[in-house]
């Protein structure tokens, strides 16, 4: 155990709050996950204070405050220049009334002592505070629990996650990030427990999933989240592939395979877009799976697939539009073909097209966690210097409509058309066109091309586009037969 008499040393800013308070003739600490994160010997996020004073109280004592929320929580501004200090949360003491939708309290009552507010925190590791000595008040042993790195209720743990069953996700979400490991009763109810997630709002769960995902340890946290039985409600779909095996490819089961290619994406410390789309790349395999022999397995279109269930997952969690469809378009076009023998240039410019440009990289990303995930990687950088080649030598090729000679102001004043959609489709029909040969970008020429292309039906010029996700789909369906993918 920490030694009882070891004090802390609290930021100028923070102490100041806090011999106002006393001043004033209220008790005053520092309270919650900074507490834990300074003894941790970490730099705290942000800074909290509890007290007895009620927020109007607080508020007269610090005149500089913003106070908008319905937990009596004043900011307070501490004009600091350090980001982190520059607004101080100061809550009055509270404790929670009664629960009966698992969710929310009844009510939020205020509370005298400091120890009420304690025991309503969720983990012993959370429920400590210091006062402005630098002396630690844990009434729950949370010293001892951060020291044995144990995540532990305050509390009967069956309670406390009854009462909020959004503590369910933030015991994996602690034990994830800090590495700790979930103390023994406190999992055996949370596994008991992990039903009531169902009631608790998509987008607390996405926060969390998401905090999980960022950590340096999002693969020990994605294992954790399906032993205790929460994955169920954040992405079922992902324990479809457990214990689906693959062909002779591979050595691990899908399941297996996907959580690997995320422990790569964390240990590079990709973005959250590259790791969820290598966590969901091959998502679509075990409902795409044909052959049942272990070498002849086959997931002829599990890309596919695979987007239209991760998009399902992403709009189920409420993730924001622009965030799901870069998300998507990576798992969509994972499989794109690279062999130098084989790739052309067109094929490239068609992937540009779909993916865009600016999510090259990231596709690249992923196609590395794929490969590193898979257990064998194949000596295969050379062909990605190719490719890369080749991306750089198209990069300057037409590849979307933003780049062709012409815009829609030149389409509306040679056809001596209005703004509307058909202009639109007669853009995306000379790039379609332009992809495939990029010599035909050339001014006089489309305007020419585009009275003819006027004639054409709405149908008809739809259809251009799809032609390059047509050629797309040829040559993937080709590589498949290839190479049983
Ligand atoms: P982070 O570093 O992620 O902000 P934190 O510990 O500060 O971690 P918060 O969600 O900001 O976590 O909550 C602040 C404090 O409020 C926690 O440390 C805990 O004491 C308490 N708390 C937050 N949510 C709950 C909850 N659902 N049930 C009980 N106590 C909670
Ligand atoms: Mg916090």
């Given at each position: 155990m920490v030694g009882a008499q070891q004090t802390m040393e609290l930021p100028n800013e923070v102490k100041n709050i806090i011999e106002k308070l006393e001043k004033a003739g209220y008790q005053g600490y520092v309270v919650g996950g900074c507490v834990r994160d300074l003894l941790l010997g970490k730099e705290p996020k942000d800074w909290d204070v509890t007290t007895n004073a009620k927020p109007r109280e607080i508020q007269n004592i610090f005149p500089e405050n913003i106070y908008e929320n319905v937990f009596g929580t004043v900011a307070v501004k501490?004009?600091?220049?350090?980001e982190t200090l520059a607004l101080v949360e100061v809550t009055p003491y509270r404790i929670e009334g009664k629960y009966t939708d698992k969710r929310h309290p009844d009510e939020i009552k205020f509370a005298n002592k400091l120890e009420d507010d304690l025991s309503r925190r969720d983990f012993t590791i959370n429920a400590m505070a210091i006062d402005k000595d630098g002396k630690i008040v844990d009434l729950f042993e949370g010293q001892k629990d951060l020291k044995n790195k144990l995540v532990r209720t305050v509390g009967n743990p069956a309670d406390r996650f009854g009462e909020d069953a959004l503590r369910l996700l933030r015991t994996v979400r602690f034990a994830t990030i800090l590495g700790f490991q979930i103390e023994e009763s406190t999992l055996k109810a949370l596994k008991a427990a992990s039903e009531w997630l169902a009631a608790i709002s998509k987008e607390r769960i996405r926060d969390e999933f998401i905090k999980i995902i960022e950590s340096e340890n999002a693969y020990e946290g994605i294992l954790l989240l399906e032993e205790t039985g929460i994955l169920k409600f954040i992405a079922p779909e992902l324990r479809e592939g457990i214990g689906v095996d693959q062909n002779l490819h591979h050595i691990y089961s899908v399941w297996e395979h996907c959580t690997r290619a995320l422990k790569y994406s964390t240990e590079k410390k990709y973005s959250l877009e590259v790791r969820l789309a290598s966590l969901f790349h091959d998502i679509g395999k075990p409902r795409t799976k044909r052959g049942e022999t272990h070498n002849e397995a086959t997931f002829y279109g599990h890309e596919v697939v695979g987007a239209r269930m991760a998009a399902e997952i992403m709009d189920r969690l409420k993730f924001p539009r622009d965030f799901s469809e870069k998300v998507i378009k990576l798992v969509r076009y994972h499989m794109f073909y690279y062999n130098p023998e084989e790739v052309t240039e067109s094929s490239v410019r068609r992937l540009l097209v779909r993916i865009g440009k600016e999510n090259v990289e990231d596709l690249l990303k992923v196609r590395e966690a794929d490969r590193i995930g898979s257990g064998r990687p194949k000596a295969v950088p050379y062909k990605l210097r190719h490719l890369k080649y080749i991306i750089d030598k198209v990069s300057d090729d037409p590849i979307s409509a933003k780049m062709l000679k012409i815009d829609g102001k030149d389409v509306m004043k040679e056809l001596g058309v209005e703004p509307g959609p058909k202009v639109g489709l007669i853009l995306n029909s000379l790039l379609a066109e332009v992809v495939e040969n990029p010599s035909k970008n050339v001014r006089e020429d489309l305007m020419q091309r585009i009275h003819d292309l006027d004639k054409k039906s709405p149908e008809e010029l739809r259809g251009s586009l799809k032609k390059i996700d047509d050629a797309i789909e040829r040559e993937e369906e080709e590589r498949r037969k290839k190479y049983y993918v």
């Open positions: 501490t004009g600091s220049e350090d």
